[in-house]
């Protein structure tokens, strides 16, 4: 049960938890959950968000933003999120590369 102890600034409240006893359900925090959540388009393609995606291609997640915004890298957009198929972006950046290539 809680009591009142009066101090300085005015009354204040004692803990409900008598001092040495823990409290369940304070300081707990989950875990995270160590499977990836998949993502599926209708064709049973795995989707990526972009911190993945810009992890497997090595990139920052600002260098794959400015490739979407460039149109350089094919993007899947649910509402305002974005997805990306693996296969398609690495097949853009090779094709991307080449082009570079003969321009030089």
Not at 5 to 33: C, D, S, Y
Not at 60 to 87: D, H, M, Q, W
């Amino acid at each position: 049960m809680a009591t009142i102890q009066h101090t300085k600034n005015g009354p204040a409240r004692k803990a409900l938890v008598e001092p040495g006893k823990e409290n369940p359900g304070a300081g707990q925090i989950k875990p995270k959950n160590p499977e990836v959540k998949k993502r599926k388009t209708g064709g049973g393609q795995l989707l990526k968000t972009p911190a993945e995606m810009a992890q497997a291609c090595g990139f920052s997640k600002r260098t794959l933003s400015r490739l979407t915004s460039a149109k350089v890298v094919p993007v899947v957009r649910i509402g305002r999120l974005c997805f990306y198929r693996p296969e398609a972006v690495m097949a853009a950046i090779q094709r991307n590369c080449e082009l570079r290539e003969v321009e030089a």
